[in-house]
Structures are given as C-alpha cells and as structure tokens.
C-alpha cells in the first residue's frame, strides 16, 4: 500500500501527526505533500519541530490567497505531484481548502480518498469549511468519521454504510501524549507570569467573526465586558488572520488597551496544551479547541452560532454561545461552576492505528 498524506494547515499537521508516526514505525510506504497554506514558523515549523515529523516530500508553497485562487492552484499542483507519485490511497483530514483540493485532486484522478474527521456538520453554508467537508465526504472512497453522530450525518446524506467506519478521532493521542510532553518542558505560564487556574484562554480566527468589522467591533466591547465582570486575566494567542482583520479595522490599538488581556503571537503545541489545561476555561471560535477543552477536562465556550461538534454540547463540557456580548458573559457564568466530570465520544486513543489497519485490509 502506497499513501499519500495531503495537509496544510495548522489544525491537520496535528491531527494528522499520529497518522505519519503510524506509518514510520511500521514501515507503510508513505509520502507528505504539503500544500503550505500555512507557512509562518509560528503556524507551520513549529508543529513539525515539536511533534518531531519528517520533512514533507513536497512543498507546493501556494500560501494565501482568495478561495478559488487557493484551491485552483492546489488542485493543479497535486495533481501533478499525484501524477508522479501513482499512490494506491490520498489521505485528508478536517474541511480546509486543502482537504478539498487534495480530494478532487484525487478522486479525479480514479485514486481512493480516505477522509479523515468525516461527517462533521455545522449546517451552515456561510461557512467556507461547510463547503469543503461536504464535498470532501461526497468525493470520499473511504470515510473516517470521529463518532456516532457524524456517521448520521453521512447516512443521512445518502453515503453508503460500506465505506463508513467510525474510529473516533486522532485528536485524543495526539492531546494526550504531548500534554505529558509540555507539562514538562513548557515554560509558559512563567513567561506569561501565569497561575494555574487563574486566567481565561481565548482564540478566534472564523472567517465570521474576524472578517467583518462590525463582528469585531462588537467582540472587542465583548472583551472589555468580560474583563470588567469577571477581573480575570484573558490569554489570547492571536492567529494572523485576526491581527491581519484588527490591523485593517483601525481596532488594533483600542484592542491593545483592555485591561486585563494578554495579546500575544500563536504558540507552538506543547505551550498551548499547558495554557488550555490550566486554564479556568476556553472561550474559542476554533473546531480542534472545543475537542482538545473536552478531552482535558477544561470548560468550554464556543463564540458561534452553531457547532459541528455537537458531542461536546451534549455532554455539557461546551455551550455555543454566539457573539452576543450578554450571552458570552452569562456562559461563562455557567461555565464557571460546571462539573468537570464528563467523559469525551472521541474514543479511545487508537484512531490512527485503526484507520491504518482499515486501509491495509
Ligand atoms: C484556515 C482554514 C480554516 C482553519 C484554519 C486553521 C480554509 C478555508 N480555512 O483558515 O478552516 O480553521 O486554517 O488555523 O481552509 N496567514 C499568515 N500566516 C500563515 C497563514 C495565514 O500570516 O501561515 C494569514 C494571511 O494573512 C492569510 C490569513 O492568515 O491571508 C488567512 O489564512 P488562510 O489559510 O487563508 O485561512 P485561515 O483563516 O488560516
Ligand atoms: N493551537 C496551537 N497554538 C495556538 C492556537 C492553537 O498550537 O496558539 C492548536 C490547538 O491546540 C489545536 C489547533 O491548533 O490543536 C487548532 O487550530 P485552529 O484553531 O487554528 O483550527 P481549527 O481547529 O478551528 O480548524
């Protein structure tokens, strides 16, 4: 069986690092082609660094861009790459432009996509990730999703059960073997001047929230609420797209000044892992953020108006708040004193093995 692993963004190289670690330690015959999306050290070698991957095999450097101009020029580039490299399977994961490129790409070519994190749905087309994981599933030989729930969701969209199979999700290994990691060698909580349980952590970077200026007007009023209500320190690792869209909306220095909120560039995995564990909860637009809070044990807030994880509702270690500042600060207040005694769907820390030896049969 010969592999291609297709990523490009920041959430994939994760989550689809205990793929690559599978495939080294039993001699699979794979390749990484690795599309760049995202490039800056911060967004890319960092993760590659900590979670010690191989270089990929093919760098395509698109970088950023509009949607079709993005996808295009991957769709192109990985067909050609694919064209030389003649793998038996294209491995995905997740709903970037980069999964959507890499599976077209693919399936075009009459190669077997597996896509893994299938069935996830958020049911709502404005997002530009809805597009892609929809698509992705439909052009899919084989569908990986994380749980129950997300095969519905493909049953539902008329895929057949063959080539279904549930197997939970790699974001549990990968959680829990570099949280040991970081809570040894992480200095962050010193560096920020942090106390175990005693700050919020908060991340954002949906197209939604970020891209309009009246969204970000509002959430940074949000910010000055809860910092006043709550007199807690707020961490906010900023993703470039954020800064790019506060910057561009003159907000950057009104931002800046909230008393009580530390602004600082994205962090690698390992410091960001201790920054969610010891934190009193997770206030986040990010998908990867709400399963990482679940599997930590760490409360969270979901500044959305919807969730394709809706596991984690259920079990209540997430409420989808929206934007609206009232209801941020009043699920906070709930989150604040909620029992962290819920045990996460993503099952039990052996996806990518079990992907691996699905694909070999
Ligand atoms: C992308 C994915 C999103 C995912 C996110 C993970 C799509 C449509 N979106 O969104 O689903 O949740 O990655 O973080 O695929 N930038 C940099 N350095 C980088 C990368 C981006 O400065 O390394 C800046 C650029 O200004 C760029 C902007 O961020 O224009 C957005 O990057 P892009 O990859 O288009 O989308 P993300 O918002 O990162
Ligand atoms: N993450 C990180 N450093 C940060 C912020 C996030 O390493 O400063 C990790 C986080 O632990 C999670 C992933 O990035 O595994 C989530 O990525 P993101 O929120 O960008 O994308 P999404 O999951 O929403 O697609």
């Not at 549990?172 to 073997?177: A, F, S």
């Not at 959430?219 to 809860?226: A, E, G, H, N, W």
């Not at 010891?278 to 399963?291: C, Y």
Request: aromatic residues 8%; charged residues 25%; negative net charge.
């Amino acid at each position: 069986m010969k592999l291609s692993i297709i990523f490009g963004t920041r959430p994939e190289i994760i989550k689809l690092s205990p793929i690559v670690r599978y495939c080294q330690k039993h001699d699979i015959d794979f390749n990484i082609i690795h599309s760049n999306q995202h490039y800056s050290y911060e967004m890319d070698q960092v993760f590659f660094d900590e979670l010690e991957l191989p270089e990929p095999d093919y760098n395509l450097n698109i970088g950023s861009g509009t949607h079709g101009f993005q996808t295009g020029r991957m769709l192109e580039k990985i067909e050609n790459k694919l064209l030389n490299i003649k793998p038996d399977i294209v491995i995905v994961q997740g709903d970037t432009n980069t999964v959507l490129a890499g599976a077209l790409a693919a399936s075009k070519l009459q190669i077997d996509v597996a896509h893994i994190e299938a069935g996830l749905r958020s049911y709502d087309r404005t997002m530009p990730e809805e597009i892609n994981r929809v698509l992705a599933d439909h052009l899919s030989d084989f569908l990986f999703p994380p749980t129950e729930t997300s095969k519905g969701n493909l049953l539902k969209e008329g895929i057949s059960e063959d080539i279904i199979h549930v197997v939970g999700n790699t974001i549990v290994e990968t959680t829990l073997q570099n949280i040991k990691i970081g809570l040894k060698t992480s200095t962050i909580l010193d560096t920020l001047n942090l106390e175990k349980n005693g700050y919020f952590l908060m991340t954002m970077h949906r197209v939604e929230n970020v891209d309009s200026y009246d969204q970000l007007t509002k959430f940074v009023y949000s910010l000055k609420s809860i910092s006043q209500t709550y007199d807690c320190e707020i961490v906010f690792p900023m993703h470039p797209r954020t800064m790019k869209q506060f910057i561009a909306f003159g907000l950057k220095d009104e931002v800046y000044k909230i008393n009580n909120l530390k602004i600082i560039d994205s962090v690698g995995y390992l410091d960001f892992l201790v920054l969610e564990q010891n934190a009193k909860l997770l206030i986040t637009d990010s998908g990867g953020i709400q399963e990482e809070a679940c599997i930590l044990k760490v409360p969270c807030i979901t500044i959305r108006d919807n969730t394709e994880r809706p596991e984690t509702v259920d079990i209540s270690s997430n409420i989808v708040a929206g934007m609206e500042t009232k209801n941020i600060i009043s699920a906070i207040g709930k989150m604040l004193t909620v029992e962290r005694d819920w045990n996460h769907p993503y099952g039990g820390g052996t996806t990518a093995k079990d992907i691996l030896s699905i694909l070999a049969e």
